[in-house]
């Protein structure tokens, strides 16, 4: 009787959380995991880039940039480029920019999801273009769609009551101007409103028709929960003719920066409804691996250093603002060594959906992707050793971060054990009997016996090298009987981190 009363009362527990959680799913399929944000790639490339790259080595799924119609922000007469930043301003919801047109978007949806790679859509529903007379110059559009004028939108169609009263965010301590507001003077869209709602719900549920498995919600920060909470709630289950489940539901990925305690938005207004952008994983993950924290502090890292619960929080490095705007505190590609020991720590620890930035080089900070003179998306190349050629860092083809990604699906689902450190900035785990990794940040080499928790044999080091057939292109580290091992990381190493797996072994 005991029992039964248990086994009830977990049941309602179980179910009630497994609905509140159903935005929490990414949907990978099994043996796959992490979201990389393709940033400005041509759905063409991104087709080809599930079959021949991020299927294949389990990668869980892709963050799209924007994919409607936008306004097109002309360049300068002595530069021809124009600027990424022109897809955050969307003039319908027709599927047609940069990345190419609704067809492409299918064939890329229809390659993709064959291969177990997901598709996550940025939507930007809190707001629609600058008008040119705000003081915007040279707009224009890619498509069919006339040039806004003065919150109207007919292509959409979208009126000026659809907004709110025009006003400016003069102060990011009042949580209404934050929502209410304009961000960047952009005409901020009323989500409380029937027609509103209709609009974003109409778009929405159509990218699930064509196999989106969600989203990610730009600006999430400026728009009230209730709202989304409502928006959120109408759309239909995903489509499962993409193999998704009877009854799934989209994941979200919400964009709120919070980076504390003075915040007047927080993240936990938002994580009920679903996953929220982690900026403290960013934050922290720069300050470590620049030298400014200790690594053995992280022995601790996750909600109780103000983080949101890992279910909750999408963790990354960099993002494409940040890698932009905060260069001094986070990690980027410019600073390939640091980087690639944060990207390979967020991949070994288990917290959170972690997504993986991939870039195209820049200076200028306004400037677009690899362009013609047209303004058309150049693809990138692929050179012999897997990088990118024609601008692209495509961060996502670096081995050590790839073969981190392997490392983290391997490991998934099993604990960190066997933790070590020197009390400095010299650290080591392992993952259940799956992985080790070793972590030297520290102006002097690592050389120590540690526990590996893996069984005996000789392991292929997935960091400098690569396991090819029986051999491999990096170090060897030998696992002894007992499970130990002697691990070296030279402080002037090319990288400051060792890791071997069981799919390692020679
Ligand atoms: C462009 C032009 C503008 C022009 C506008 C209209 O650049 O000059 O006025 O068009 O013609 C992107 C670009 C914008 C661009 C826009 C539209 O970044 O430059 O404007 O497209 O084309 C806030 C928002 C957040 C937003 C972020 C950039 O809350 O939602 O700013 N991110 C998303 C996208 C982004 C996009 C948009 C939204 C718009 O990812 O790419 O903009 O669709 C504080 C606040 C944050 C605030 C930041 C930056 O954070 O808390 O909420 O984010 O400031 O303003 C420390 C502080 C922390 C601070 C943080 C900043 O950590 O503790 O409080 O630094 O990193």
Not at 79 to 105: C, H, M, V
Not at 257 to 286: A, P
Not at 291 to 316: H, I, K, Y
Not at 399 to 411: E, L, P, T, V
């Amino acid at each position: 009787m005991k029992f039964s009363v248990t086994a009830i009362f977990l049941f309602t527990v179980f179910s009630t959380i497994g609905h509140l959680r159903a935005q929490h799913d990414p949907h990978f399929w099994t043996g796959h995991s992490t979201i990389v944000h393709l940033f400005e790639w041509k759905y063409s490339d991104i087709a080809q880039e599930c079959e021949r790259w991020l299927g294949p080595r389990g990668f869980g799924g892709i963050q799209l940039s924007p994919v409607n119609e936008n306004v097109i922000v002309a360049p300068p007469a002595s530069d021809n480029n124009r600027p990424w930043w022109e897809r955050y301003q969307p003039i319908s919801y027709k599927l047609t920019t940069r990345s190419g047109t609704e067809a492409d978007f299918l064939d890329m949806s229809q390659r993709c999801n064959a291969v177990g790679v997901r598709l996550y859509v940025d939507i930007i529903i809190n707001h629609m273009a600058a008008h040119p007379d705000d003081g915007s110059t040279g707009h224009g559009t890619g498509g069919s769609t006339a040039v806004p004028q003065d919150r109207d939108f007919p292509a959409v169609p979208y009126i000026l009551s659809d907004f709110n009263p025009s006003c400016e965010i003069t102060d990011w301590n009042d949580a209404e101007m934050i929502r209410n507001c304009e961000l960047f003077g952009l005409p901020d869209l009323d989500q409380s409103i029937e027609t509103v709602r209709n609009e974003l719900v109409a778009f929405m549920d159509h990218l699930i028709d064509l196999g989106v498995a969600g989203f990610r919600v730009d600006a999430a920060k400026h728009m009230w929960p209730a709202d989304l909470e409502v928006i959120y709630g109408r759309l239909k289950n995903l489509n499962t003719d993409f193999g998704f489940s009877a009854g799934a539901r989209a994941f979200m990925m919400q964009e709120v920066i919070d980076n504390g305690d003075h915040e007047v938005v927080r993240k936990y207004e938002y994580n009920h409804l679903g996953t929220v952008t982690e900026f403290m994983f960013s934050y922290y993950m720069g300050r470590a691996f620049r030298g400014n924290d200790e690594l053995v502090w992280l022995e601790s890292f996750g909600e109780d250093w103000g983080l949101l619960p890992s279910r909750d929080a999408l963790v990354f490095v960099d993002n494409h603002d940040n890698q932009r705007h905060d260069f001094g505190t986070i990690l980027t590609y410019k600073l390939p060594k640091p980087y690639k020991m944060a990207v390979a720590f967020g991949a070994a620890y288990p917290f959170g959906q972690l997504r993986i930035m991939s870039s195209f080089a820049f200076d200028d900070l306004d400037i677009g992707p690899p362009m013609d003179s047209n303004g058309n998306i150049i693809s990138p190349s692929i050179n012999t050793d897997n990088t990118c050629g024609n601008g692209w860092v495509c961060e996502h083809r670096w081995r050590q971060i790839a073969n981190m990604i392997k490392f983290r699906n391997i490991c998934w689902d099993t604990p960190i054990a066997n933790w070590w450190s020197n009390g400095e900035n010299k650290i080591a785990f392992s993952r259940g009997s799956q992985g080790f990794v070793a972590f030297n940040n520290q102006g002097v080499d690592f050389l120590e016996v540690l526990q590996t928790g893996l069984a005996p044999g000789i392991y292929c080091d997935v960091i400098s090298g690569d396991k090819e057939g029986n051999s491999c292109t990096g170090k060897k580290i030998t696992v002894l009987e007992d499970g130990r091992a002697s691990i070296h990381i030279a402080h002037d190493a090319e990288d400051g981190v060792l890791a071997i797996h069981v799919e390692s072994r020679l």
